[in-house]
T-cell receptor
Framework: QKEVEQNSGPLSVPEGAIASLNCTYS??????FFWYRQYSGKSPELIMF??SNGDKEDGRFTAQLNKASQYVSLLIRDSQPSDSATYLC????????????WGAGTKLIIKP | DTEVTQTPKHLVMGMTNKKSLKCEQH?????MYWYKQKAKKPPELMFV???????INESVPSRFSPECPNSSLLNLHLHALQPEDSALYLC????????????FGPGTRLTVT
């Protein structure tokens, strides 16, 4: 079992709808989670991070963390074609020597 | 705009060549990272520098040699690479090694012929 798992997609969402990206993790010791957006041929860009249970909102983005269910999600409201990218979820764990543990990424396609 | 810069953007090199990748960050961060990323895969950590000292080397072959001349600069020296080393090489930085918020440069697309 991979430590951080994401559905590779592609996830296709109509423009203006809510895109929901999900990530599960296996290590209950994981403490914080990061969402990176990566456009094709470009580098990852940090868009959200969350440390505590619950929701964290930043503009059109909401990160959700449920430690009991070992589940992290990223919601994108009012999806735009420019949101089409691969979204990488990364977590941490206490014995990871300060390294991020990466999921494989979910490809999101926003259809006009 | 990224505050982590990398040069060159693209590099094609033969297996006998020696080349270097360069990274500079302007955020006052004290931890810097080299990652390798193959197509449709997440970044793979290669090296971590903390306060200009190498703190993590993820069993990377010796044909990759990192160098941190000062807190803002990070180099990756390449020698005798193999075609399978072709990838996107990413530099990242964070406030310090214990800070997981890492910010990436634009990357160098390396092709080994």
């Amino acid at each position: 079992q991979k430590e951080v798992e994401q559905n590779s997609g592609p996830l296709s969402v109509p423009e203006g709808a809510i895109a929901s990206l999900n990530c599960t993790y296996s290590d209950r010791g994981s403490q914080s989670f990061f969402w990176y957006r990566q456009y094709s041929g470009k580098s990852p860009e940090l868009i959200m991070f969350i440390y505590s249970n619950g929701d964290k909102e930043d503009g059109r983005f909401t990160a959700q963390l449920n430690k009991a269910s070992q589940y992290v999600s990223l919601l994108i409201r009012d999806s735009q074609p420019s949101d089409s990218a691969t979204y990488l979820c990364a977590g941490t764990r206490m014995d990871s020597n300060y390294q991020l543990i990466w999921g494989a990424g979910t490809k999101l396609i926003i259809k006009p | 705009d990224t505050e982590v810069t990398q040069t060159p953007k693209h590099l094609v090199m033969g297996m006998t060549n020696k080349k270097s990748l360069k990274c500079e960050q302007h955020m006052g961060h004290r931890a810097m990272y080299w990652y390798k990323q193959k197509a449709k895969k997440p970044p793979e950590l290669m090296f971590v520098y903390s306060y200009e000292k190498l703190s993590i080397n993820e069993s990377v072959p010796s044909r990759f040699s990192p160098e941190c001349p000062n807190s803002s600069l990070l180099n990756l020296h390449l020698h005798a690479l193999q075609p399978e080393d072709s990838a996107l090489y990413l530099c990242a930085s964070s406030q310090d090694r214990g800070d997981y918020e890492q910010y990436f440069g634009p990357g160098t697309r390396l092709t080994v012929t």
